[in-house]
């Protein structure tokens, strides 16, 4: 068998692929990690021990069992998870029958395509950092596989395959920002979407929240124009939650067929912030309480119970220009046949809360007081604000108040509500977010999934719905401080993080504001920035941006031409290799032997070299490369890098 | 191949790569004769080297030296292994140039003239103890040498291709001499000098057989169309920038010098080139390197330098103004 790589070429590019695959791995069964593994390791040994490739036919037999193996698991072929499954595989395969110099290019270039795909699975910034050394790691092999039976030291292919690619950057930069967007995600698949991220959901039950406050992840990034509201009215107002069957909260299904808007009287209090919402897969948007109805973000409507809804759920990471008024009335002339559906609850649950609801109506308490009672009880009463609550049985809600008394924000704001229903109040769910955390870096903040609340609102006539957080009766603090800061002990003994030391901080903080920079900038640059940006420079319709694309390209390319027009005109590599040359002048001076005037480079070597046959191989590069450089018109970046390399190997060998 | 660390590994000693059509057998043929010529002229290998140059780039040569060290061996063995015909004039003082360029006479039978050429109509001319003809025959073939055709009775005639002439003087005879004028020297590509053979090689002369017997066995390495080629591929020698200027600062040397009464002429620097080119082929390289230049300087140049008049320390010698020169 004779490959086209030699042995220790053949090696570079499979090491290179295995970093090409590894971060499918993770996501790719494990069988298919073992036969990709194994592959790779039979194509070096099948190199080094001088096997015969595979025949034919076992080559179209495993080809099969591959197929059928992707099948089998996956169900499918196609589409994101098996058709990239079955893509590294045949990869994979493709070494065993990789030989001559067009297979080592098809395996260059599908490594190539390879690597996109990962972007399906994610952007971060880190991918891309991955990616990009990646892509220089191929470009390293493609140089490799210019130079059969001679690659270069490894670090110069790698150089040089970096500087390619840093040349490549223009074209790329031009690319991005001139190309028209279409709508919809940049890597989005239209089928298996990739993972789900955590978020609110579409109801709730005891335990969502505290499941959601271990998560880290950002749900949202803001700037203010306007001064920041104090702590107490930052109200991130998401999914409104109105029925109720005993243990879940769930968006009654009237309130989503009817499209009557919540009626908003905004009174003052204005505030105007920029919002980078990550993509939750959820119809929510979430607006600062409560958004001005006149200037609603593109796409959504207010919802019956003044929430922002879209048409669609959010797939992308969407800007919204907010505008919110934290003093304001809400739906103050509710039509009474409407109110009634947040009055309801299911009969048989909750005995005990029922009648502590009756209890207070036939004392003959007036809506105030009766909220009042309710938050007195929870402040004078033995709650406890806790992450881990007890579990609950099934009337939870009188397993909370009367047994355990121990919980958070969603088992206090449920049981707030449904007795404020039991006492005929009308009264609903609220959640979202409540809270954020400042970026010192940036001048934004920064609204995690641990900020993810809940509270109630309560109906009053006249006044409209009054917001009523039942937490704060019980902890002020996380309303003031945050749920992170609070909780930050919980999460020490839980093991679930270390203790925030200031550099870590630092570090976390300086990290996320390079994230909002590579989301708002980079992912986020979507049909409107680029509309935004590029109006800025007069193009503003698909067809001037098409002009300005190719205007850019052909600029770029003629700079490129300009740029080996004026290598070839001028006699720089007759200069370059005489510079090496005086460098490899100056080293045999310092081991004591220096080059006459008049003495030819030829002449030169043979003398260094009957005295130093250490150095022979150096030698005989160094003057071969010159000369073929300097005098024989061969104009090799590759040679120049030899002569560079033998330069390094000019030094008295250590006894 | 890869870059072996020092010390380890083979040496990376590829070859330059040749431009001639079919180089591992023209090197081949070129080697072979440059080893039957070492077989004939013992210890000699540097001058026949040069000689040999001297022949690819379509100069003539001058072997200046005592009687007896070879001189009409080395032509008689140079015409055997290239194949060229020989001829062979050994000049007197009452040579006529019609001696050497030929003559026409009438011819009875057919009641016309015909032309009867002379030896100069060989491939390969040697022209024994040239400075004792008259200066008017010297010019004859002196002239034949630099235009390659002789003109006899109005009629022009080409001389062969390949045309090599080597002349042969002796300059320790004085008296009865013709020496060759300054212009005249110029039409030699180079001056060589054969000397005494090291003691080695006069001992293996003394040993074997006559030098006479051995000629005649030989064989010829390479045949003149072969040699034109070489000659044709011995002018695509690349001569890259850096050398050329190395070549314009040996001229400006010889012309900046207080000790020559002028320095060399372009024709010169012409000639340093092309013998240059030839010695790069037959080293096997496709390029000129300065140390070709160098090989060929001493002969190409030395017999062109004239002394000045007032010079007190003496005239330079070409290998003074070598050593003078850096290397750009």
Redesign the interface.
Same mark, same amino acid.
């Given at each position: 068998m004779s490959d086209y790589l030699p042995h220790h070429a053949l090696l570079r590019l499979l090491a290179v692929l295995a970093l090409v695959i590894a971060p499918h791995l993770l996501r790719l069964p494990l069988w298919e990690s073992l036969a990709v593994a194994a592959l790779l390791g039979w194509r070096a040994l099948a190199s080094a021990r001088q096997w015969a490739l595979p025949p034919q036919a076992l080559k179209l037999l495993l080809a099969s069992v591959a197929f059928l193996a992707v099948y089998q698991f996956y169900g499918r072929v196609t589409g994101q998870n098996a058709g990239i499954a079955l893509l590294v595989l045949m990869l994979s395969l493709k070494l065993t029958e990789m030989r001559s110099r067009r297979d080592v290019m098809v395996v260059v270039f599908l490594m190539y395509f390879l690597l996109v795909t990962h972007f399906l699975y994610s952007q971060e910034l880190w991918t891309v950092l991955y990616l990009l050394t990646s892509s220089v790691a191929i470009t390293s092999v493609l140089i490799d596989a210019h130079h059969p039976g001679e690659p270069l030291p490894l670090r110069q292919s790698w150089r040089m395959g970096g500087v390619m690619i840093l040349q490549s950057l223009p074209l790329m930069l031009l690319f991005f920002i001139l190309f028209p967007r279409i709508p919809g995600p940049l890597w989005g698949l239209p089928t298996d979407a990739g993972p789900t991220r955590s978020g609110l959901s579409d109801s709730m039950s005891p335990g969502d929240i505290s499941q959601l406050i271990l998560s880290e992840e950002v749900a949202f990034r803001v700037s203010f124009d306007t001064r920041p509201p104090p702590p107490e009215q930052l109200y991130w107002r998401g999914p409104v939650f109105t029925s109720f069957n005993g243990r879940t909260w769930t968006a009654s299904s009237e309130d989503l067929k009817r499209r009557i808007p919540a009626e908003i009287e905004v009174l003052g209090g204005e505030v105007r912030y920029d919002l980078t919402l990550e993509p939750m897969r959820s119809r929510w948007l979430l607006a600062l309480d409560m958004p001005d109805p006149r200037r609603l973000p593109d796409k959504a409507r207010v919802d019956r119970n003044g929430a922002l809804v879209l048409d669609r759920p959010l797939i992308e990471r969407r800007q919204i220009q907010g505008r919110s008024f934290t003093r304001y009335r809400l739906d103050a002339q509710a039509d009474a046949a409407l109110l009634d559906q947040d009055m309801e609850y299911p009969p048989w649950s909750n005995p005990r809360t029922q009648a502590l609801a009756r209890q207070w109506r036939e004392q003959g308490l007036d809506p105030p007081r009766i909220i009042d009672a309710a938050l007195r009880m929870f402040r004078e009463q033995e709650f406890v604000y806790t992450l881990e609550p007890p579990l609950l049985g099934r009337h939870s809600v009188d397993d909370f108040l009367f047994e355990t008394r121990r919980g958070f924000c969603e088992h206090y704001t449920s049981a707030f509500v449904l007795l404020m229903r039991a006492a005929d109040l009308p009264a609903r769910v609220v959640t979202g977010y409540q809270g954020m955390e400042a970026n010192r870096f940036g001048d934004y903040y920064v609204v995690r999934q641990s900020d993810a609340h809940a509270w109630a609102e309560v109906w009053l006539a006249d006044r409209g719905w009054v917001r009523v957080d039942p937490t704060a009766a019980v902890s002020p603090e996380r309303i003031e401080r945050g749920a992170r800061e609070l909780f930050e002990g919980v999460r020490a003994t839980s093991g679930l993080f270390g203790a925030y030391t200031d550099w870590r901080e630092r570090a976390l903080m300086t990290w996320d504001w390079v994230n909002a920079y590579w989301n708002g900038w980079v992912l986020g640059y979507g049909p409107e920035v680029q509309q935004l940006f590029l109006s800025f420079f007069g193009l503003d319709s698909v067809r001037n941006m098409l002009l300005a694309l190719t205007a850019g390209i052909t600029l770029v390319l003629l700079w490129i031409g300009a740029g080996a027009f004026g290598r070839a005109q001028a006699p720089a590599t007759t200069e370059r290799a005489l510079l090496l040359w005086q460098r490899a002048g100056r080293r045999l001076a310092r081991i004591g032997y220096v080059q006459r005037a008049d003495e030819g480079p030829r002449d030169f070597v043979e003398r260094v070299r009957e005295r130093e046959p250490a150095l022979e191989a150096a030698l005989d590069t160094l003057l071969d490369t010159y000369l073929r450089l300097r005098y024989a018109g061969e104009q090799d970046r590759a040679l120049e890098i030899r002569l560079a390399a033998a330069i390094k190997h000019l030094r008295r060998p250590r006894p | 191949? #890869? @870059?072996?660390? #020092?010390?380890?590994?083979? #040496? @990376?000693?590829?070859p @330059? $790569?040749p431009i001639i059509t079919d180089p591992t057998r023209m090197t081949h043929a070129l080697n072979a004769a440059l080893a039957a010529l070492d077989g004939i002229i013992l210890g000699k290998q540097p001058q026949l080297r040069l000689a040999m140059t001297c022949l690819l780039a379509r100069g003539h040569l001058l072997i200046e030296d005592i009687p007896g060290v070879g001189k009409t061996t080395l032509a008689l063995a140079l015409a055997r292994v290239l194949g060229l015909d020989f001829q062979r004039v050994q000049f007197t003082s009452d040579l006529l140039p019609a001696d050497i360029l030929g003559v026409s006479i009438f011819e009875a039978s057919t009641a016309a003239f015909r032309f009867h050429r002379g030896p100069v109509f060989a491939q390969m001319v040697l022209a024994d103890e040239v400075n004792r003809a008259s200066p008017k025959t010297q010019s004859a073939l002196l002239e034949a040498m630099e235009e390659r055709q002789v003109t006899v009775e109005g009629e022009t005639r080409a001389l062969p291709d390949p045309f090599f002439v080597i002349a042969t003087q002796n300059p320790a005879q004085q008296i009865g001499v013709f020496a060759l004028p300054e212009s005249q020297l110029d039409r030699f590509l180079m001056r060589l000098s054969l000397g005494y053979p090291p003691v080695a090689a006069e001992r293996a002369l003394l040993m074997e057989r006559e030098r006479r017997d051995l000629l005649a066995e030989l064989s010829p390495s390479l045949h003149p169309p072969e040699l034109l080629d070489l000659q044709r591929a011995s002018r695509e020698v690349?001569t $890259? #920038? &850096? @050398?050329i200027d190395y070549i314009l600062a040996l001229l400006r040397a010889t012309r900046e010098h207080a000790g020559l009464r002028q320095g060399l002429s372009p024709r010169a620097g012409l000639a340093l080139r092309r013998a240059a080119q030839a010695h790069a082929l037959i080293e096997g390289?496709? &390029?000129? /390197?300065?140390?070709d230049v160098?090989a060929v300087f001493v002969p190409c140049v030395a017999h062109r330098l004239m002394p000045a008049a007032e010079a007190d320390g003496g005239a330079p010698r070409a290998e003074e103004i070598?050593? &003078?020169? $850096? /290397?750009p």
């Open positions: - | 191949m #890869p @870059l072996a660390p #020092p010390g380890r590994g083979q #040496p @990376l000693d590829w @330059l $790569a690349r $890259a #920038p &850096a @050398l390289r496709s &390029a000129v /390197i300065p140390e160098q070598l050593a &003078a020169v $850096a /290397i």
